[in-house]
């Protein structure tokens, strides 16, 4: 159905173009970008929801088959079954660039660390690994200091460094590598010289023996408010322009094509780590810059493998574009 270059789906407003670009995202990662919740994706009036998707790469082809009835998830990858969406990560990668990107720079930290888990997990087997074990690790700890009972702490305290320094040193290790592709995109968006940078925030030491030494000390604070008050899971990821930061200073037009520069330069990193070209979702690709802006990403794109792009109207500079056009829910 779809071309091996370029991929314009256009149509109207609520028609179905989104929908189509968010299956594509649960069968590449098992995510959908549009809501945490699987219920949500469920049909109006229906029990359940069914993708099943062939992708063919190198000559070889690998079926993906998604089921969840509201209640459990199935996933069938070639000839395995899992209950799990997770061993979908890092099979077919995929940077996708939507609307609510602009909350990146504004939004709660949740969303900034939502944005480094899912790359990493994509390009780093291992980091999926340490962050579950991280989050579990936590998990009981939480527990333990809520009922007040510590002796049994330290086990999961350890659990917690070992896998906070792993976590700790990809993130800084991703964000320092991904410093130069971000100055590179965002100079070819604007010509200009502002500088853009993104800068990685913990309230914690890297170190798993510091990190430890930390825990223990905060063990009674914390059993009074019955939480961790430090780890990876506090994370920020800080976004400036000109040193300054973008999300109290920044103009929208700055934060847009901040933004827009920091996927392309996600992808650029992306396909470094994997040594392969990852899968390329713009939604409203005509709402995202100006029109000067949007050549240069037409361009840009020509050279990133599968490209998948929603539009409200069928562009007439596409020449070599593969165009869907999605009308009431189906492809015309």
Known sequence: MFGPSFNVIFGSNAQGKTNLLEAISLVSIGRSFRTQKFNEIIRDGASFFYIEAEIIRDGVSQKVQITFDGTAKKLQLNANEYTT???????????????????????????????????????????????????????QRNLLLKSKQLESIECWEHAMAESAEHISKERQSFIQKLQEPLQKEHYNLTQNEELAEIKLQSSYPSSAPLYLEALKKMRLKERD?????????????????????????????????????????????????????????????CGMLDLNRQKYLKDALQFMGQVFMTTPTQPIDFPSAHFLHVDQGKIL
């Open 225 to 285: 408010l019955g939480v961790t008050l430090h780890g990876p899971h506090r994370d920020d990821l800080l976004f400036f322009i000109q040193s300054k930061p973008a999300r109290f200073f920044a103009s929208e037009g700055q934060k847009k094509t901040l933004i827009t520069a920091l996927r392309f330069a996600e992808w650029k990193h992306l396909s470094l780590q994997m040594d392969d070209k990852p899968f390329m979702g713009l939604d409203d690709f």
């Open 85 to 139: 969406l997770s061993p979908l990560l890092g099979s077919f990668p995929l940077v996708l660039s939507t609307p609510e990107d602009m909350n990146l720079t504004t939004d709660a930290p949740a969303i900034r660390r939502r944005f480094l888990n899912l790359h990493l997990a994509q390009s780093k087997p291992l980091y999926v690994h340490h962050f579950s074990r991280f989050w579990h690790a936590m998990k």
